[in-house]
Every structure is written in C-alpha cells, then in structure tokens.
C-alpha cells in the first residue's frame, strides 16, 4: 500500500515536500511516479523515477526546473520536492508504483496511493 502525505495550503513561491510511504512489501522494484488532478480536470503525469537506484527521472513540462523527486529505499519512500510553487499547482497529488517505467506515463500503474491535498494562494 502507498500514503501520500505532506500536502497543505501555501502562498505562490512557496515550498512544499510530498512523501509517499510504502507498507506491506518493499516497492525498491518498482518505479515510482507522482499525478495531480485538478478540480474538473483530468489526473495528469508530475513526474517519475526508476526503481533500485532511482537514477532516471523525468517531468512533465509544467514542473520541470521546479519539482524533485527522489527515492529513500531505507524508509520505503518516495518524495516530491515541489519549489516555486503556483497556484496552477493546485491539485489532489496522488503516487504510484509501476514494474514498469513507461506505463507511469500513460498512468498505469500496479499500485495507487490516496491523494494528498495541495492548495497554493496567490
């Protein structure tokens, strides 16, 4: 099971870190992947990483140059470091996991964790 956690109400500019804790199994196989989705929109791609050494990551264009996300096998979790945020950013934040890397881009994915809330002011 994934527990996305961390979400919250922030001013534009500000910074906010998201964690998705694993339980039950270790996820260090599987790539990890992070979605929003907008009130009246559909959920989108954030961004990935692989699994193991978690040495490929991508964005999408929206938060490339603003959002991090990287991988802490010891904990069994994964992070989204979002900076400069807009309030375009305003969005349910969900993770996910995948054996497979590219189907987190289509999102498709073996598991799903609950969203967390973000909500940035302007």
Request: charged share 15%; net charge positive; aromatic share 12%.
């Amino acid at each position: 099971q994934l527990q996305a956690s961390g979400g919250g109400l922030v001013q534009a500019g500000a910074s906010l870190r998201l964690s998705c804790a694993a339980s039950g199994r270790t996820f260090r196989n599987y790539n990890m992947g992070w979605f929003r989705q907008a009130p009246g929109k559909e959920r989108e791609f954030v961004g990935a990483i692989s699994s193991r050494s978690g040495t490929i990551t991508d964005y999408a264009d929206a938060v490339k140059g603003r959002f991090t996300i990287f991988r802490d096998h010891a904990e069994n979790t994964v992070y989204l470091q979002m900076n400069s945020l807009k309030p375009e950013d305003t969005a349910v934040y969900y993770c996910a996991a995948a054996l497979n890397y590219a189907t987190l881009h289509i999102k498709v994915a073996d598991y799903w964790g609950q969203g967390t809330q973000v909500t940035v002011s302007s």
